[in-house]
Nanobody
Framework: QVQLQESGPGLVKPSQTLSLTCTVS??????????WSWIRQPPGKGLEWLGY???????YYNPSLKSRTSISRDTSKNQFTLQLSSLTPEDTAVYYC????????????WGRGTQVTVSS
């Protein structure tokens, strides 16, 4: 059974950088055919894709957030990490990590999500 678990701070101040980690069990993040993704949902809004990192390690980002987003991985810990800089209150959201198939782009496994609030 594949499981994903997000971890990180629940409250961050404006202008700071958010760092969230997704710990994966039951599958290797270096396995072919999957994109390991970050997605968020602001209150009252829909899901917004932030970016992903496939087995190759090459990263892909939402163009609207690319200048503030960085995704990296630690293969020894089977984790991948999101960093989002220059935070504003508009970055307040539930942040999810998830796995998507490369051919279908369907998300088959999700973390439970972690609430991040940007406030002074």
């Amino acid at each position: 059974q594949v499981q994903l678990q997000e971890s990180g701070p629940g409250l961050v101040k404006p202008s700071q950088t958010l760092s969230l980690t997704c710990t994966v069990s039951g599958a290797s993040i270096t396995t072919n055919d999957y994109y390991w993704s970050w997605i968020r949902q602001p209150p009252g809004k829909g899901l917004e894709w932030l970016g992903y990192i496939p087995n190759s390690g090459t990263t892909y980002y939402n163009p609207s957030l690319k200048s503030r987003t960085s995704i990296s991985r630690d293969t020894s810990k089977n984790q991948f990490t999101l960093q989002l800089s220059s935070l504003t209150p508009e970055d307040t959201a539930v942040y999810y990590c998830a796995r998507a198939g490369m051919t279908t782009m369907d998300y088959d496994y999700w973390g439970r999500g972690t609430q991040v609030t940007v406030s002074s």
